[in-house]
């Protein structure tokens, strides 16, 4: 059996865990909100609509903060259309997915359901075809509590307390030639300045996310961030990134080294933050919002994007059926986010629901759980307090993009209200399982209180309409602690979630 050394002190922390790194995303895009989150003639659903079987999903995913409405969708949306009465709504030609938008799901809407989700909404407000009053009006409708006109609007909509959405995006991927209203970097730069200046005059408690690049790989990376930052570094709190890994090869150890890839792209942009408050002489600390990334490639490969017809109202794109292996590199791209929680204060898997989702609905159905669900629900619900430095001596390989990579990729996370200690550990390795000796600097009297196991006999297995529990996690993980010590036997290619708390004496 190969055998693997890892070193964690309560010392050594990386630095707190922002809750919200555990975020998601919504965007009016497939069927991610009509006969996603929303289907009014579902025997689920609620007074207003919602699918109370989905509602009930994302509660136990314990997901902070909701980005909405996009995405791509937004560069071309008029906000005004989904507010106020629904029969007079207006139905749109939808360009970024070709779709009909029939506007019966809006801003009040959202809220509302963010509400009995348990969750908050990241607003991102459109910088393609619209602008500086766009938005101003879109943050006054929200946040102002009333007495000017688009605040009273709200009201007379039935919502009279201010929604007080705390973040907001400037814009989604403007950098990419697919946007609605693609820009330059300075020609971004300055309309992100300029509007953040004044939904900041409207309300200055909230955050803003300037767009990063749509990916690593686009040309323009790392000077646009450079640029854009050059134009907003005093007015802005986050810059986003993106990512979306594919495996179209079929070569399983490269694809699951692809979260060393997602580090180096985190490491980028910190550099280049940094450059740019040095270049200003600024003291202040511009943070990263990861607001897109997961697997994604299934739908595209086979083709099912392609055929569906555009102009239908409900039109499903990019509605992956994920396996066992996705949720292995899920499970590294969610430990490589905490290792660098420092500077990682927010992050969304996209997306929630039907499109690149860990939750499926049958339209009139079942709604299920995808492999990804499951390292997701236990990132979010055990990974918090504060994120530990692991120092890791593993067997490596090489793979095709990558060399030394360790079989071995860990964090874990201290919740020091609770005394509670979680190891997220995955072993990359498809033939052997791996003893891992984790000593625990500074951490006496401890006992586990479990040791969940995330494995499959097949890497190509998911779940399934049919068999909507073909993969789940089982609890019955190989772990012994004998002083500081804890021992594991992690199984081949497996997530594994470790809890440990304090022994009552
Ligand atoms: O999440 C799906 C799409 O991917 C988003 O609309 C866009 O921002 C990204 O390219």
């Known amino acids: 059996m190969k055998k693997a050394k890892v070193i964690y002190d309560k010392e050594f922390v990386i630095g707190q865990v922002d809750k919200r790194i555990y975020g998601s995303f919504l965007e009016h895009m497939g069927r991610a909100i009509y006969t996603g989150i929303y289907e009014p003639d579902h025997p689920q659903a609620d007074e207003m609509g919602f699918r109370k079987d989905v509602l009930e999903l994302v509660r136990k995913l314990n997901v902070p903060i909701v980005r909405y409405p996009g995405g791509n969708f937004v560069s071309g949306y008029n906000w005004e259309d989904g507010i106020g009465p629904k029969e007079k709504r207006p139905r749109r030609l939808e360009l970024a997915w070709r779709a009909i938008e029939t506007n019966e799901v809006g801003v009040n809407e959202f809220v509302e359901w963010a509400k009995r989700a348990n969750t908050s909404v990241m607003m991102t407000v459109n910088l393609g075809t619209r602008g500086i009053d766009a938005a101003r009006n879109l943050v006054e409708y929200c946040n102002f509590p009333g007495g000017t006109y688009y605040s009273d609007l709200r009201r007379q909509h039935g919502y009279q307390q201010p929604h007080n959405i705390k973040v907001w995006c400037l814009g989604n991927e403007m950098d990419g030639d697919w946007q609605i209203g693609h820009k330059t970097a300075h020609e971004y730069g300055r309309i992100a300045r300029e509007t953040a200046k004044v939904m900041k005059w409207v309300d200055p408690s909230i955050e803003l996310v300037a767009a990063g690049s749509s990916g690593p790989k686009m040309p323009t990376f790392p000077e646009w961030e450079a640029i854009v930052l050059d134009h907003t570094y005093d007015l802005v709190d986050y810059v986003s990134l993106h990512v979306y890994y594919g495996n179209p090869e079929k070569d399983t150890m490269n694809f699951v080294a692809k979260s060393l890839e997602m580090e180096e792209f985190i490491k980028t942009v910190i550099s280049t933050i940094d450059y740019v408050k040095a270049k200003k002489r600024s003291k202040k600390v511009v943070n990263i919002s990861f607001d897109e990334w997961n697997v994604w490639y299934h739908a595209h490969l086979e083709g099912k994007d392609q055929k569906a017809e555009p102009w239908a109202q409900i039109r499903a794109i990019a509605e992956e059926d994920y396996v066992f292996e996705d949720a292995i590199l899920v499970g590294c791209m969610l430990i490589a986010l905490l290792k660098h929680c420092d500077r990682v204060k927010m992050a969304c898997m996209a997306q929630l629901v039907n499109v690149i989702a860990p939750i499926t ?124 010590v804890l021992t594991s036997i992690l199984p081949k290619f497996s997530w594994n979630v470790i809890r440990l708390k304090k022994k009552e004496n």
């Open 361 to 484: 609905t049958v339209k009139g159905g079942i709604a299920y759980r995808q492999v990804i669900y499951y390292p997701f629900m236990h990132a979010a619900n055990f990974g918090h307090g504060v994120a530990l430095l692991p120092k890791v001596n593993s067997p490596k390989y090489d793979s095709k993009d990558f060399t030394d990579v360790p079989y071995i990729e860990t964090v874990a996370t201290y919740n020091e209200e609770k005394d509670e200690i979680t190891v997220f550990a995955v072993n990359r390795d498809l033939e052997e399982e791996m003893q891992v000796e984790f000593k625990l600097d500074g951490f006496e009297g401890f006992e586990v209180v479990e040791h969940i196991v995330y494995e499959s006999d097949d890497i190509y297995k998911g779940n399934t309409q049919d068999k909507p529990d073909n993969v789940v996690p089982h609890k019955g993980g190989n772990s012994r602690i004998e002083g500081n």
